[in-house]
């Protein structure tokens, strides 16, 4: 992980042994990664003006990029990037500044902006726009650039977004078992 992982001002990233990241990634600064979660080829994830915390069993799927906003008089905190628990991030998207609760979904190509914040239990359709400081209400399925409030998920829906976690925990396993 020696081209991986690097660190900012001093500050290296604290990533749980268990969790698996692709050698193409890039990691860098106040990141920390809990037990299980994975991060799949050429994501890009950037501590360097605020910090970025994923949670347990989470996976960052390839191509997408995380980012922050730095602290300022106006906005003393910045825009950290909290993502929580059996999040699944599609391939290729933007996370900037936002706050993920638990067993969400992010489809693929979604843009999630600074100050947005989504509650547990939603589903974020592939391609969405969220623009900045929304709050995306639990268990409801999103769509849209911008985007709009589509309708309330259904029990199949709401099963899958924590499976699509178990499954990428199986599969980052796997990965880990072929590198050993
Ligand atoms: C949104 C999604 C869940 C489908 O929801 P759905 O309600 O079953 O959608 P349907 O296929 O029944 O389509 C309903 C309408 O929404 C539209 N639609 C579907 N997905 C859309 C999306 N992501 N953005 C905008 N509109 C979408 C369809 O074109 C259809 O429009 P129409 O009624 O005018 O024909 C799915 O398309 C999606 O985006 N999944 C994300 C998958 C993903 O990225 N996974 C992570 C990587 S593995």
Same mark, same amino acid.
């Given at each position: 992980?020696k081209?991986?992982?690097?660190?900012?001002?001093?500050i290296?990233?604290?990533?749980?042994?268990?969790?698996?990241?692709?050698?193409?990634?890039?990691?860098?600064?106040?990141?920390?990664?809990?037990?299980?979660?994975?991060?799949?080829?050429?994501?890009?994830?950037r501590g360097?003006?605020?910090?970025?915390? @994923? !949670? +347990?069993?989470?996976?960052?799927?390839?191509?997408?990029? =995380?980012?922050?906003?730095?602290?300022?008089?106006? %906005? /003393?905190?910045?825009?950290?990037?909290?993502?929580?628990?059996?999040?699944?991030?599609?391939?290729?998207?933007?996370?900037?500044?936002?706050?993920?609760?638990?067993?969400?979904?992010?489809?693929?190509?979604?843009?999630?902006?600074?100050?947005?914040?989504?509650?547990?239990?939603?589903? @974020? !359709? +592939?391609?969405?726009?969220?623009?900045?400081?929304?709050? =995306?209400?639990?268990?409801?399925?999103?769509v849209? %650039? /911008?985007?709009?409030?589509?309708?309330?998920?259904?029990?199949?829906?709401?099963?899958?977004?924590?499976?699509?976690?178990?499954?990428?925990?199986?599969?980052?396993?796997?990965?880990?078992?072929?590198?050993?």
């Amino acid at each position: 992980m020696k081209n991986t992982v690097g660190s900012f001002k001093g500050i290296f990233p604290s990533i749980d042994k268990s969790v698996y990241i692709d050698a193409s990634c890039r990691i860098v600064g106040d990141v920390k990664i809990e037990k299980d979660s994975s991060v799949w080829p050429l994501v890009a994830a950037r501590g360097d003006v605020n910090k970025i915390r @994923i !949670g +347990a069993r989470s996976n960052i799927q390839d191509g997408s990029v =995380l980012h922050v906003t730095r602290k300022s008089e106006k %906005n /003393p905190d910045g825009f950290p990037l909290i993502i929580g628990d059996d999040v699944t991030v599609g391939h290729k998207c933007m996370l900037h500044g936002c706050q993920l609760g638990n067993r969400i979904l992010v489809g693929m190509g979604a843009i999630v902006m600074d100050g947005v914040v989504v509650e547990d239990d939603v589903f @974020i !359709g +592939a391609g969405t726009l969220v623009p900045p400081n929304k709050r =995306l209400e639990s268990g409801f399925l999103y769509v849209g %650039n /911008p985007m709009q409030k589509k309708r309330p998920l259904n029990d199949a829906e709401m099963a899958f977004l924590k499976q699509s976690a178990v499954n990428y925990v199986v599969l980052k396993d796997e990965y880990l078992e072929e590198a050993n």
